[in-house]
């Protein structure tokens, strides 16, 4: 529905919403990470409960837990009973309990919260001018196994959120072919490699990663005594002529080339394209922005697209399935299978060489 018939009103409404949106958020991590909106839930069934209670029951002052109830009631987060005491609404219950909610809101806070202050400077630049609040690195990769561990830990929630619950869907049909041998390029911590080896008793993984992302794989790899069927291969992908071994049967790239700017992945679809042999199959899964059933899902990809511009490199985004359709084609490989909907977020594209 168009927007044009928004009453006036309505319209300044959403627009205040927005000017003091970070106000509302930071109100929201602190009852939440203060133990409110939890207590509040407990005392449900008690008939709510009351700004003092709250205060004394936490150890807070009336001041600090009244201001950040009151607009968290204009923001219809929690209301007020009968009674006058407190209870979750349904938004407060998912901001409390939803665990996309949460890994979204950590990743918002922990991540990204400080570095966003600089994103009229990377639009500008094109560089992610808020990386300097975590590192002095060239992109966030480059410092992913060293960031401190609540930043560490906010980011590996939210990227293996959105691709663990598809990969056992995704292992299914990427084994069905039994491959004797998968380069997973971005393996990232090892999971999927592990959960090849666990489902599969043959198949060898070759992790293709930077050099200390690599060694955390492989070292988990280790743990859990699958080193003699994964190996490694360590690639900076930004470099001037990178270049991957061949011998694979199948290469495997999850939610990986959305870290790249379209050029870059155009480079490195040409650089596989070089080490595939004819029956060589590229599975390609990520999240597009125009695949999505709901408007929501979509608005979390635009979300993490910003996260990109101003904190992992500056130049990539969560695209749209055919803007990867057409860098497919120009990297001189076609599209065998297009697996539209695997879990409730992902594609896979299966290429070969043309
Ligand atoms: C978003 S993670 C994907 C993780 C995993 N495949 C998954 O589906 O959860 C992107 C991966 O790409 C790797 N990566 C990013 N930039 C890279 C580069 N310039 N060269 C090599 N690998 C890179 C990162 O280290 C990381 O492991």
Known sequence: MSNKNIKAVNALEEAQKIAFAPFLFQATISLK?????????DKRIVGGIGVE?????????NYGVGV???????SNVVEKNELGKYELTKIGYFLNFSKTA?????????????GLHQMEASIKSGKPKGLKELGDWNTIYEGL????????QAWFEFDHHYSDNVFQEALQIVLKNNPKTIFDIGGNTGKFAIACCEQNTEVAIKIIDL?????????????????????????????????????????WM????DCFSKEEILKILKVCVASMEDDTELYIMETFTDRQKFDNAKFILEATSLYFTVLANG????????????LIDLAGLKIVKDLMLVGDYHSIFICKKK
């Not at 950040?68 to 204009?74: C, F, K, P, T, Y």
């Not at 949460?102 to 400080?114: I, L, R, S, W």
């Not at 070292?219 to 699958?226: D, L, P, S």
């Open 254 to 257: 999850s939610q990986f080339l």
């Open 315 to 326: 130049n990539s985004k969560m695209y749209k399935a055919t803007e990867f359709e057409e």
């Open 53 to 61: 209670e709250i205060a004394k029951e936490l150890e807070l002052t």
């Open 145 to 152: 196994s060293i960031l401190p561990d609540t930043i560490k």
């Open 102 to 114: 949460e890994v979204n809101m950590n990743f918002t806070q922990d991540v990204c919260y400080k």
């Open 68 to 74: 950040l109830l009151e607009i968290a009631e204009s």
């Open 211 to 251: 050099p200390g992302q690599l060694n955390v794989a492989l070292q988990n790899v280790k743990n859990r005594h699958f080193d003699n069927r994964v190996s490694g291969y360590a690639i900076d992908w930004l470099s001037d002529n990178p270049k991957i071994p061949t011998g694979a049967d199948t290469i």
């Open 33 to 41: 990470r203060l133990g409110i909106f939890d207590l509040i839930f």
